[in-house]
């Protein structure tokens, strides 16, 4: 059993699953995932696919092979942290022990020193305090000993930061809100709402896009309830998320949406606004249905290349519509307001309102905290390890009076004894 142990928290162990894993992620990089098994045999061919969707390449970063290599590795980095706690906590102490300075060896020596102090100071260590061991007088001062748990600490953000990151992956739930201002639509099956207060779609002086802004508020009942809804709004606009409720709203995209009026003899029968790519059923005649296709704000059609928008700007627009009759194609045509009213049978429908909706899209992940605790952590440990380079002197008094300096670091010996000398040629670090 302790040779199992040993085997799962070395570092040879943690190197292989760290390979494994990166050679996993990059034949992963190749296939598409999330597709169904007759998409992977129409690209790959029926037996490369059944590859794919045997060894779970389709959805490899959720398969069990990749969450066995990564609960393999968290086992390694807690066994690892775990096994060599004990030893570093003695570890520690023994930096901060005079008595075991005096018989463990030392990385630079200076002997016939009538004041030590200026060298101490010299290194940068704080003022030494006396001892007196074995009938000997010694000062003793050391630094940065927290540097020696850099790797520990390390290795301890690291494995929060893959618990994090793959809990908040099997766990996560993504959902998709789109419509005008206005609109409530249910955030997916969670019991949470989402209005669209408003939406701008900010354009420069040369009619590109500066800017796409969604105002928002999170209901936790739905508007008509009986229960008081407890809102919370905020601002959405691209690369600046809203952090409602726990969800992350993002700006995702837009598009053009307008209303569908339907008057029947004249008389209005109804009237809905719909997104590009919607429909409606008219009322009255079952399997009848009127779809917005497309909107051009600027339409211009240009000869053997097709329907397009010249700017962003209400100039000339055009909608592009189709009738279907229980899912067969009627007609598709363009139209504008000055065409006059699409008649179909006793029905006559326009269009109107042109505006611009918002497509958002809302996260959720409950391990988001812990993944950047992990980052946080990681960071630190490197700064201890990289920044903090633990180091200690002693100066031991013969019995002449004069002091014998002697210095140590666990970590940049070569680099404490290079400064080690400049100390004692009297230069400054």
Request: aromatic residues 12%.
């Amino acid at each position: 059993m302790k040779k199992l142990l040993k085997f799962l928290s070395s570092m040879g162990f943690a190197i292989t699953l760290l390979v494994v894993l990166a050679a996993a992620c990059v034949v992963a990089s190749f296939v598409t995932q999330g597709q169904s098994a007759a998409w992977y045999a129409e690209a790959y061919g029926e037996g490369t696919a059944n590859l794919i969707v045997g060894l779970g390449l389709d959805d490899a970063f959720h398969s069990w092979w990749f969450l066995t290599l990564t609960a393999f590795l968290c086992g390694n980095l807690l066994l690892c942290n775990l096994t060599r706690l004990k030893p570093l906590i003695a570890r520690t102490k023994r930096e901060a022990d005079p008595s075991a300075a005096l018989s463990g060896p030392a990385d630079a020596a200076c002997e016939a020193v009538a004041d030590p102090l200026p060298l101490f100071e010299r290194l940068r260590l704080p003022k030494p305090k006396a001892y007196e061991i074995e009938g000997k007088k010694v000062l003793f001062s050391g630094k940065n000993r927290l540097g020696l748990w850099g790797p520990w600490v390390c290795h301890l953000g690291i494995l929060l930061l893959i618990l994090g990151f793959t809990l908040g992956q099997l766990t996560h739930r993504e959902y998709t809100v789109y419509g005008v201002p206005g609109d409530t639509k249910p955030i997916g099956d969670t019991g949470y709402y989402l209005t669209i207060d408003d939406f701008e779609v900010q354009l420069r002086e040369d009619d590109t896009v500066a800017q796409y802004v969604a105002d928002i508020t999170v209901f936790r009942a739905p508007q008509g309830s009986t229960t008081v809804p407890d809102n919370m709004s905020d601002t959405v606009f691209v690369n600046h998320p809203a952090r409602l409720y726990g969800f992350k709203v993002y700006q995702n995209s837009t598009g053009y949406a307008a209303r569908i009026t339907v008057n029947e003899e004249g008389t209005p029968l109804q009237t809905t606004v719909v997104c590009a790519g919607e429909g409606i059923e008219i009322a009255d005649a079952p399997g009848l249905r009127v779809y917005l296709n497309a909107f051009y704000p600027d339409f211009y059609l240009q000869p053997g290349v097709g329907p397009m928008t010249l700017s962003g700007r209400m100039n000339n627009p055009a909608y592009l519509y189709s009738i279907t009759y229980r899912d067969s194609m009627v007609g598709m045509n363009y139209w504008q307001e000055a065409d006059g009213p699409i008649t179909v049978n006793d029905y006559s429908i326009t269009f109107s309102e042109p505006q611009s909706y918002t497509l958002l899209q809302v996260k959720t992940d409950r391990f988001q905290g812990l993944a950047l605790l992990g980052g946080l952590i990681t960071l630190l440990g490197l700064i201890l390890a990289f920044y903090l380079l633990p180091a200690k002197a002693w100066a031991v008094a013969d019995e002449t009076g004069t002091w014998t300096v002697y210095g140590q670091s666990r970590k940049g010996g070569a680099l404490f004894r290079e400064a080690f000398e400049r100390a004692v040629k009297g230069e400054k670090l």
